[in-house]
């Protein structure tokens, strides 16, 4: 089936514009995450929904960041007066909800991952 | 804070030489370690994963080993070919908030460059 999908692949603006970012996660994943990658850089945890909530929004860096799932899919990243300093590659993941086992272990399931945003700020 | 250091941050190999990245991870309570591969242009991708009730993991030329007493764990590959060149990432997961899931931090990541 059809992995992971972001839009648009690529997005220039201008310092102090807002930007949307999409992600379709896959059919069926409650848990959808995102994660911006800087050049050369690891990948920085931004915010983890499940299904319409997001009870993790601890990496967003700062009110200018937010985002939103609607219908427990499509996810919006929304960067608003934009900096140079935003320029990165924004990736978003899912997978399906960690199972919790016997013993109250978490079975921890893959994130798949789109192939991102490459954001720059002019 | 939690934290995941990943060396060497580039690797040089020949062509069916072994090559060899490591990690540690400061959080105890990590149990799973999932390890990307990320290519030019694309999002990461898992190639092979490791839960801490285990200490070795192989699939075909790539294995992964995991010393959680010493909070480590490697990605070996294998006789090397050109099409391994990629941006390794290795990640630990750490808890995240209610109900469980998921939340992992990830290396700085390794670029291997395979030389025919």
């Known amino acids: 089936g059809a992995g992971v999908s972001q839009s648009p692949s690529n997005k220039v603006t201008e310092k102090g514009k807002d930007v949307e970012l999409r992600c379709d996660p896959i059919s069926g994943h409650t848990a959808l995450y995102w994660y911006r990658q800087s050049l050369g850089q690891g990948l920085e945890f931004l915010i983890y929904f499940q299904g319409n909530s997001a009870p993790d929004k601890s990496g967003l860096p700062s009110d200018r960041f937010s985002a939103e799932r609607t219908g427990g899919s499509v996810s919006t990243l929304t960067i608003q007066r934009t900096q140079q300093e935003d320029s990165a590659v924004y990736l978003c993941?899912?997978?399906?909800?960690?199972?919790?086992?016997?013993?109250?272990?978490?079975?921890?399931?893959?994130?798949?991952f789109g192939p991102g945003t490459r954001l720059t700020v002019l | 804070g939690e934290n995941v250091e990943q060396h060497p941050s580039t690797l040089s190999v020949q062509e069916g030489d072994s090559a060899v990245i490591k990690c540690t991870y400061s959080d105890s309570a990590s149990n799973y370690f999932p390890w990307y591969k990320q290519e030019l242009g694309k999002g990461p991708q898992l190639i092979i994963d490791?839960?801490?009730?285990?200490g070795e993991k192989k699939d075909q030329r790539i294995a992964v080993t995991l010393n959680k007493t010493a909070k480590h764990f490697s990605l070996h590959i294998t006789e090397t070919q050109p099409e391994d060149s990629a941006v390794y990432f290795c990640a630990a997961s750490i808890k995240g908030g209610t109900g469980g899931y998921n939340k992992l931090i990830f290396g700085a990541g390794t670029r291997l460059a395979v030389h025919p």
């Open positions: 490791i839960r801490s009730n285990v």
């Open positions: 993941a899912s997978s399906s909800p960690s199972t919790r086992l016997a013993g109250g272990h978490l079975l921890y399931n893959e994130q798949f």
